[in-house]
């Protein structure tokens, strides 16, 4: 209900103002209000928030959710550099090939060069992305 949404965002906006890991179980349920109500800015600005703190920490326990979730977002907010940013963090991060696959091809979507299309191809056990990458390289 609105009063619990209200009660809890307040309470998101207090936590923002301190620096710590656990934020991070309280941002992810914004991020998750946000998308329900399709609220771009607060998804946007709640998962980057949650990228800030994976990093800081060296922990990646939202990835690569949160970074999927933050690349639309900006997307939509024509932050087309900060989408590129996120996606080449990603494929450093150990993630499945699936998930890499897909960060390779969105960003020969942002970025238009081929090169990542090839790196797409690299992922051996991507079967979706993978074939998607394939298929746009032969369009060329």
């Known amino acids: ?48 928030k949650i990228l800030n703190l994976q990093k800081k920490y060296k922990t990646f326990v939202q990835s690569p959710y949160i970074d999927f979730v933050v690349v639309d977002s900006a997307k939509k907010l024509n932050k087309k550099g900060e989408a590129i940013k996120i996606l080449k963090h990603l494929t450093t991060l150990k993630i499945n090939d699936e998930d890499k696959a897909r960060a390779y091809y969105m960003l020969a979507s942002l970025t238009n060069q081929k090169k990542y299309l090839s790196k797409c191809l690299e992922q051996n056990n991507s079967k979706t992305w993978k074939g998607l990458c394939k298929d746009a390289l032969s369009v060329e």
């Open 1 to 48: 209900n609105l009063d619990d949404s209200k009660h809890f965002l307040k309470l998101a906006s207090e936590l923002a103002k301190k620096d710590n890991i656990k934020n991070i179980d309280v941002f992810i349920k914004v991020v998750s209000y946000a998308k329900k109500t399709n609220n771009t800015l607060l998804t946007y600005t709640y998962g980057k």
